[in-house]
C-alpha cells in the first residue's frame, strides 16, 4: 500500500488534491488541523493497482537523494536501511515526501495536542533544557487561554527555582516548589482539581539506576506522565541508550530540543527507534517562539534542508495523531 501525505489550507482542498493524485479509490488513514494557521495534514494511502495510470513516477532518484542525507546526519545504518526499505513500498518521488512517509511508518510522532489534560513531569540529563520546556509549554496554555500550573524538584541546583519563577514571574503564574516527594505529592493535592501541572526536575545521570528510580517514584507520587526532554546533536549511539534507559522507567515521548543549534539529527532518529514518540520540536530558545508539535513532514523539512541554513521559522505540521496527557 502507498501511503502520501497531503497539506493544504482547507481539508476541501486538501481532499480535491488526493483525488487528483491518488484517486477515487484513496483512503484517508489519518488527518489534522495545524492550530497556528489552520491547515490541515492528511495521511493518504492507496494499493497500487488502484491508482490512476501515469501517477506513479520512478521513486530512486528521491529515496538516492534521502539515503544521502540519512548518512550526512549520521543515522544509524540499520534505520537508514528500514527507512529506505519503506520508502520503495511507499511509492512516489519527492524526496520530502517519501522521507515523511517513511518517518510516520517506522517511527512514533505523538503530540501533546491542543490543551494538557493531566500532569507532566519532565526529566532527562542536565542541560537539556527540561525548564525552558515548562516554560515554553506554561506560555502556549495562557497563550490559548487556558492554565498550567508549574511545579519544580529542581531545588539543589544552584539558581534552578530561580530561573523558573523568572517565567512565572512573567506569566503571572505561581511556582510551587517541592523538595521531597511528600511535598511534591501535596502539591499535586492542590492542584489536582483544578489544573494540569507542569513539574520541572533535576537534572538525572540516565545511567544511575538509583537516579532513575526516583524519577519513577516522582511521577507515581504526582499521577504524571514522564516525558523526556533531550538535546538534538548527540551521538547516535549515546542517544539511543539514554532514551532507552529512560524508556526503562515508563518515558514514552520525547522533546526535543536545541535543533537550531544542531546540524546532525542522527541521534534524534536513533532515540525514536528506542523506541519512543517525538511529541513536541524546539526550534529557538526563545519563551515566545513556544515549541512545535512534532510531525514527519516537518522532520523531514529539518532533514533535507541545507544544514548551514538555520532552522528559525521553519514551517511547521502536526503529526497524524495526538495522544493527549
Given at each position: 500500500?502507498?501511503?502520501?501525505?497531503?497539506?493544504?489550507?482547507?481539508m476541501?482542498?486538501?481532499?480535491?488534491?488526493?483525488?487528483?493524485?491518488?484517486?477515487?479509490?484513496?483512503?484517508?488513514?489519518?488527518?489534522?488541523?495545524?492550530?497556528k494557521?489552520?491547515?490541515?495534514?492528511?495521511?493518504?494511502?492507496?494499493?497500487?493497482e488502484?491508482?490512476?495510470?501515469?501517477?506513479?513516477?520512478?521513486?530512486?532518484?528521491?529515496?538516492?537523494?534521502?539515503?544521502?542525507?540519512?548518512?550526512?546526519?549520521?543515522?544509524?545504518?540499520?534505520?537508514?536501511?528500514?527507512?529506505?526499505?519503506?520508502m520503495?513500498?511507499?511509492?512516489?518521488?519527492?524526496?520530502?515526501?517519501?522521507?515523511?512517509?517513511?518517518l510516520?511508518?517506522?517511527?512514533?510522532?505523538?503530540?501533546i495536542?491542543?490543551?494538557?489534560?493531566?500532569?507532566?513531569?519532565?526529566?532527562?540529563?542536565?542541560g537539556?533544557?527540561?525548564?525552558?520546556?515548562?516554560?515554553?509549554?506554561?506560555?502556549?496554555?495562557?497563550?490559548?487561554?487556558?492554565?498550567?500550573?508549574?511545579?519544580?524538584?529542581?531545588?539543589?541546583?544552584?539558581g534552578?527555582?530561580?530561573?523558573?519563577?523568572?517565567?512565572?514571574?512573567?506569566?503571572?503564574?505561581?511556582?510551587?516548589v517541592?523538595?521531597?516527594?511528600?511535598?511534591?505529592?501535596?502539591?499535586?493535592?492542590?492542584?489536582?482539581?483544578?489544573?494540569?501541572?507542569?513539574i520541572?526536575?533535576?537534572?538525572?545521570?540516565?545511567?544511575?539506576?538509583?537516579?532513575?528510580?526516583?524519577?519513577?517514584?516522582?511521577?507515581?507520587?504526582?499521577?504524571?506522565?514522564?516525558?523526556?526532554?533531550l538535546?538534538?546533536?548527540?551521538?547516535?549511539?549515546e542517544?539511543?541508550?539514554?532514551s532507552?534507559?529512560?524508556a526503562?522507567?515508563?518515558?514514552?515521548?520525547?522533546i526535543t530540543?536545541?535543533i537550531?543549534?544542531?546540524?546532525r539529527?542522527g541521534?534524534l532518529?536513533?532515540?525514536?527507534?528506542?523506541?519512543?514518540?517525538?511529541?513536541?520540536f524546539?526550534?529557538?530558545?526563545?519563551?515566545?517562539?513556544?515549541?512545535?508539535?512534532?510531525?514527519?513532514?516537518?522532520?523531514?523539512k529539518?532533514?533535507?534542508?541545507?544544514?548551514?541554513?538555520?532552522t528559525?521559522n521553519?514551517?511547521a505540521?502536526v503529526?497524524?495523531k495526538?495522544?493527549?496527557?
Amino acid at each position: 500500500m502507498r501511503l502520501k501525505t497531503f497539506t493544504a489550507p482547507s481539508m476541501a482542498e486538501a481532499m480535491d488534491a488526493i483525488r487528483d493524485e491518488l484517486g477515487d479509490l484513496a483512503i484517508i488513514v489519518s488527518e489534522q488541523t495545524i492550530p497556528k494557521t489552520g491547515q490541515v495534514w492528511v495521511t493518504a494511502a492507496i494499493n497500487p493497482e488502484d491508482e490512476p495510470q501515469g501517477s506513479l513516477q520512478s521513486p530512486a532518484d528521491g529515496i538516492d537523494a534521502v539515503r544521502r542525507a540519512l548518512n550526512s546526519h549520521g543515522v544509524p545504518l540499520g534505520l537508514t536501511d528500514r527507512l529506505t526499505d519503506a520508502m520503495h513500498d511507499g511509492g512516489g518521488s519527492d524526496p520530502e515526501q517519501l522521507l515523511a512517509g517513511a518517518l510516520s511508518s517506522q517511527l512514533g510522532f505523538a503530540p501533546i495536542g491542543e490543551g494538557l489534560r493531566r500532569a507532566v513531569i519532565l526529566t532527562g540529563p542536565p542541560g537539556g533544557g527540561k525548564t525552558i520546556v515548562a516554560a515554553k509549554l506554561a506560555a502556549r496554555e495562557r497563550l490559548a487561554g487556558r492554565t498550567a500550573s508549574l511545579a519544580t524538584t529542581d531545588t539543589k541546583r544552584a539558581g534552578g527555582v530561580a530561573q523558573l519563577s523568572v517565567f512565572t514571574d512573567i506569566l503571572k503564574s505561581k511556582l510551587d516548589v517541592a523538595d521531597s516527594r511528600s511535598a511534591l505529592a501535596m502539591v499535586m493535592k492542590g492542584n489536582a482539581k483544578s489544573r494540569p501541572t507542569l513539574i520541572d526536575t533535576q537534572g538525572v545521570n540516565p545511567f544511575d539506576p538509583a537516579a532513575l528510580g526516583e524519577v519513577a517514584r516522582l511521577a507515581e507520587v504526582a499521577d504524571a506522565k514522564p516525558v523526556l526532554v533531550l538535546a538534538a546533536g548527540g551521538d547516535a549511539q549515546e542517544t539511543a541508550e539514554i532514551s532507552a534507559a529512560f524508556a526503562g522507567i515508563g518515558v514514552k515521548r520525547i522533546i526535543t530540543t536545541r535543533i537550531d543549534c544542531a546540524r546532525r539529527m542522527g541521534g534524534l532518529l536513533a532515540a525514536a527507534a528506542a523506541p519512543l514518540a517525538f511529541a513536541e520540536f524546539s526550534l529557538t530558545p526563545t519563551i515566545g517562539d513556544g515549541l512545535e508539535p512534532a510531525a514527519p513532514v516537518l522532520l523531514a523539512k529539518l532533514m533535507l534542508k541545507d544544514p548551514g541554513r538555520p532552522t528559525h521559522n521553519t514551517a511547521a505540521t502536526v503529526a497524524p495523531k495526538k495522544v493527549a496527557l
